[in-house]
T-cell receptor, first 112, second 115 residues
Framework: GNSVTQMEGPVTLSEEAFLTINCTYT??????LFWYVQYPGEGLQLLLK?????DKGSNKGFEATYRKETTSFHLEKGSVQVSDSAVYFCALSKGGSYIPTFGRGTSLIVHP | NAGVTQTPKFQVLKTGQSMTLQCAQDMNHEYMSWYRQDPGMGLRLIHYSVGAGITDQGEVPNGYNVSRSTTEDFPLRLLSAAPSQTSVYFC??????????????FGEGSWLTVV
């Protein structure tokens, strides 16, 4: 079956540091890949997505590239802010299967 | 833009009580689902629906019922609340379509405590 593996958190960084949150997946065919963000006390919301190999999704300074050869979709940001403190979820979905598969989430804590 | 609306936001129940978590979406989405989120467990799918009159079980359906009488509404019923059902519950929806790249939209969550 499909699966998504994310690095364990929490990830603790100082403001303006570089962020990488690793995500790898297992799926047959060509899934779409997503990053969702959950701010404290809120629901998840889409951060970015990529629907085919080599696509790069980007939003709010975050980027992730769909790497078919390494089955990865790592999230990066060049300079994090305190306001980026949240839980980040990697997810995939496949045509014909409407139920997305989520990773367990990675908590990011950014200190001033 | 309302999106996905969940009520109530917070609820405390006694063991054995029943209650319904309401979920409504105004985006004409076919797919709706309920998740629970517990520390260290990520999101676990409880029930889902792909259209009015169609529901199916997810990963952790025991103790919960759902129905889908309209496209907009997808209530989650706790039949006899247990402390193990203390959790944060999220309703989510998306369009189905032919592509797998459809975004899932989440409600803001319902914090449930069973004492």
């Amino acid at each position: 079956g499909n699966s998504v593996t994310q690095m364990e958190g929490p990830v603790t960084l100082s403001e303006e540091a570089f962020l990488t949150i690793n995500c790898t997946y297992t799926a047959t065919g060509y899934p779409s890949l997503f990053w969702y963000v959950q701010y404290p006390g809120e629901g998840l919301q889409l951060l970015l997505k990529a629907t085919k190999a080599d696509d790069k999704g980007s939003n709010k300074g975050f980027e992730a590239t769909y790497r078919k050869e390494t089955t990865s979709f790592h999230l990066e940001k060049g300079s994090v802010q305190v306001s980026d403190s949240a839980v980040y979820f990697c997810a995939l979905s496949k045509g014909g299967s409407y139920i997305p598969t989520f990773g367990r989430g990675t908590s990011l804590i950014v200190h001033p | 833009n309302a999106g996905v609306t969940q009520t109530p936001k917070f609820q405390v129940l006694k063991t054995g009580q029943s209650m319904t978590l309401q979920c409504a979406q105004d985006m004409n989405h076919e797919y709706m689902s309920w998740y629970r989120q517990d520390p260290g467990m990520g999101l676990r799918l409880i029930h889902y629906s792909v259209g009015a009159g169609i529901t199916d079980q997810g990963e952790v359906p025991n103790g919960y019922n759902v129905s889908r009488s309209t496209t907009e509404d997808f209530p989650l019923r706790l039949l006899s609340a247990a402390p193990s059902q203390t959790s944060v519950y999220f309703c989510a929806s998306s369009s189905l379509g032919a592509t797998s790249g459809n975004t899932i939209y989440f409600g803001e969550g319902s914090w449930l405590t069973v004492v």
